[in-house]
C-alpha cells in the first residue's frame, strides 16, 4: 500500500476526545495490550497528529503519528499498527516467519507467498481469512511487515503451503516507514532460541550465489564453501566441539563468520553508512548457521562495538560515531582477502546436487527436474520467470548458476604464491596484421597474465628470427603491452611458448596461422 509515495492531504494535532476515542478503539482492536502500555502508545498529554493522506491507489488513509513516527494507520474503519509499534510490542499479532532475502520483494509491493514461510517447530499461527497478522525474518522476532491473512492457517496446510498467505500492507523500508525517524529493526530473540534454527533454511545461495553456503555437512574433512578464515564451529554451542574448541573460541569463530557472510552477501555499497547496531540485529543475525545462535557476550570480545574496532584495525570496515554514541559502518572494503573464497565448476555441480537433495527439491515424478524454492528462484530467475518458472532441469539449473557467478582464474608461477584474479582467463592471442606494402607482421597480446615480460620476449624474438621488433601498448587493454615482429613468426613464437615456457596450448590463441612447411 505505501510502496510508492503519497500525497498529504492534512495533518493537525489530535482533539482530546478523539484521543480518549483513539485509545478505545486500540484497546478493542488489540486486546494483547495491557493498559499501561495503551497509555505508553497513546499518551495523555504528549503531542499526537492526526495525519490524512492519499495512496498512490486512491485509497483515504489516516495515520496517527507520535514523536515524528507513524504508529497506527487508519484504512476503511480497519486500525493497523506500523512497523515502529510492532517493534515496541512485538508479540500483540499473530506472526509468520520468512526469511531474509524475501524482505526485499515485500518492500517492493509483493504479498507473501506460503513457499516463501519458514513452519517453526511450534506449528504455523493460528489465523482465520482476513485476521490481521506480522511478518517477521529466521532469527529476529521484531516484525518487519503488516498485513492480513488471505487464508486460514488450516486452509495453509490443506494447500501444502502454496498460494498467497497474506496480502501485506505495510512494511519496514516503505514510504509510510520512512516518514518516521527511519530507525531500522530491533535485535528481538525468539522466545525459544530452537525457533530460530530447527526449522530455518539455510541462507546460502543469496546474490547471485555469491556466497553458496550448505552448513553442516562435512566430506573428505572439508566444508564446502566457508570464508577462508572460518573454521568448522560446533554444532551445538553450548558444548566443546570435537577438536576442542573452548566455547569462547567457538563464538569468536561463528561471530567473525556472520559478520563476513553478512558483508559479502547482504550489505551493499549503497546501504552505507549502515548503524552498526542494523548491521547485527538486519543482517548478522540472519547469517547465523543452523543449529548455532550468536551471543556476543559469550565471546572475547563481549560488545559488538569492540569487534568492530578489531575489523577497523585489519582494514575491512571503517568504523565513525556519526552522532553522539551512534556508531555507523562508513566503508568497506569489498576487495579484502578475508571475504574472498573461490569454487571449481565440480564443487559448485556438487553443491548445488547435495542442497536441492537436502531440501527435497528433486522432482518425485521426474527424477530429471529441480522444484525451485524461493532461495533458487531469487539466484536463477529473471523477474519476469518468477511467477511463471517452477521446476529447471539439472543441467540448465547448473548452467544457469554458474553463469550467475563471478569468474575467476588463479595462475600459479614456480616458487611464488597463487595469484588469483577476477574475470575470464584470456589467451595469448597470436594475429597476423599487413602494414604498409603489403608486409606482414606478427601481434602478440596478453602476454602479462601469464607471467611473462613483453620486452623480454619481443628481444628474444629478435635475435631468434633476426627481424625488428616493437612493444607497444595494446589498443583498448589498460596497462597491457603487445609485442610486434616483422613477417610471419608464428612458428618461432609458437616454439618458445610451447617448448621453452610450457605453456599449455589451449592458452595460446592463433598458431594455427603459422606458415605451412616449405612455405616462407
Request: net charge positive.
Amino acid at each position: 500500500m505505501f510502496a510508492k509515495a503519497f500525497r498529504v492531504k492534512s495533518n493537525t494535532a489530535i482533539k482530546g476526545s478523539d484521543r480518549r476515542k483513539l485509545r478505545a478503539d486500540v484497546t478493542a482492536a488489540f486486546p494483547a495490550l495491557g493498559t499501561d502500555q495503551i497509555s505508553e502508545l497513546i499518551p495523555g498529554k504528549e503531542e499526537l497528529n492526526v495525519v490524512k493522506l492519499y495512496v498512490h491507489k486512491g485509497d483515504s488513509v489516516t495515520v496517527y503519528t507520535s514523536g515524528g513516527n507513524p504508529i497506527l494507520f487508519e484504512l476503511e474503519k480497519n486500525l493497523y499498527p506500523t512497523v515502529y509499534t510492532l517493534w515496541a510490542y512485538p508479540d500483540i499479532l499473530p506472526t509468520f516467519i520468512t526469511w531474509p532475502l524475501v524482505l526485499e520483494k515485500l518492500v517492493g509491493g509483493a504479498d507473501l507467498m506460503l513457499p516463501g514461510v519458514v513452519v517453526p517447530p511450534t506449528g504455523l499461527p493460528q489465523v482465520q481469512q482476513g485476521d490481521l497478522c506480522a511478518i517477521a525474518l529466521v532469527g529476529n522476532r521484531a516484525p518487519v511487515a503488516i498485513g492480513v491473512a488471505a487464508m486460514s492457517t488450516a486452509q495453509m496446510l490443506a494447500s501444502g503451503l502454496k498460494g498467497k498467505g497474506v496480502s501485506v500492507l505495510h512494511t519496514y523500508q516503505d514510504h509510510l516507514w520512512r516518514s518516521g525517524d527511519k530507525s531500522s529493526p530491533p535485535a528481538i530473540a525468539p522466545l525459544d532460541p530452537t525457533d530460530s534454527c530447527e526449522e530455518k533454511v539455510h541462507l546460502g545461495l543469496q546474490g547471485n550465489l555469491k556466497s553458496l553456503t550448505l552448513d553442516g555437512e562435512e566430506e573428505n574433512g572439508q566444508v564446502p564453501l566457508r570464508e577462508a578464515s572460518e573454521d568448522t564451529s560446533s554444532r551445538a554451542p553450548s558444548q566443546d566441539s570435537l577438536d576442542g574448541k573452548p566455547l569462547q573460541e567457538q563464538m569468536d569463530d561463528l561471530l567473525l563468520r556472520c559478520f563476513l557472510h553478512a558483508l559479502k552477501s547482504r550489505v551493499k555499497k549503497a546501504d552505507l553508512p549502515l548503524l552498526t547496531s542494523t548491521l547485527l540485529g538486519s543482517h548478522m543475525f540472519s547469517c547465523c548457521p543452523e543449529g548455532q545462535q550468536l551471543d556476543i557476550k559469550k565471546s572475547s570480545y563481549k560488545k559488538l562495538s569492540k569487534f568492530l574496532q578489531h575489523m577497523q584495525q585489519e582494514q575491512i570496515v571503517q568504523v565513525k560515531e556519526l552522532s553522539k554514541g551512534v556508531e555507523s559502518i562508513v566503508a568497506v572494503d569489498w576487495r579484502h582477502p578475508r571475504k574472498g573464497s573461490t569454487l571449481e565448476g565440480s564443487e559448485v555441480r556438487k553443491i548445488i546436487t547435495d542442497y536441492a537433495k537436502r531440501n527435497r527439491l528433486v522432482d518425485a515424478d521426474n527424477r530429471n527436474l529441480v522444484k525451485l524454492d524461493p532461495i533458487l528462484c531469487d539466484c536463477i530467475l529473471e523477474k519476469n520467470e518468477q511467477h511463471l518458472v517452477t521446476k529447471l532441469p539439472w543441467d540448465c539449473l547448473l548452467t544457469r548458476c554458474l553463469k550467475n557467478m563471478q569468474p575467476a582464474y588463479q595462475v600459479t608461477f614456480p616458487g611464488q604464491e597463487p595469484i588469483l584474479k577476477k574475470g575470464k582467463l584470456c589467451p595469448i592471442d597470436i594475429t597476423l596484421a599487413l602494414k604498409t606494402y603489403n608486409k606482414k607482421v606478427t601481434v602478440v597480446r596478453n602476454l602479462e597474465t601469464y607471467g611473462l615480460d613483453p620486452c623480454s620476449v619481443a628481444a628474444i624474438l629478435q635475435q631468434r628470427c633476426q627481424a625488428s621488433t616493437i612493444v607497444s601498448p595494446a589498443p583498448g587493454a589498460k596497462d597491457s603491452l603487445q609485442v610486434q615482429v616483422q613477417g610471419n613468426q608464428i612458428h618461432h613464437l609458437g616454439q618458445l611458448l610451447l617448448e621453452e615456457y610450457r605453456l599449455p596450448g589451449k592458452y595460446i590463441q592463433g598458431l594455427e596461422k603459422a606458415p605451412k612447411p616449405g612455405k616462407k
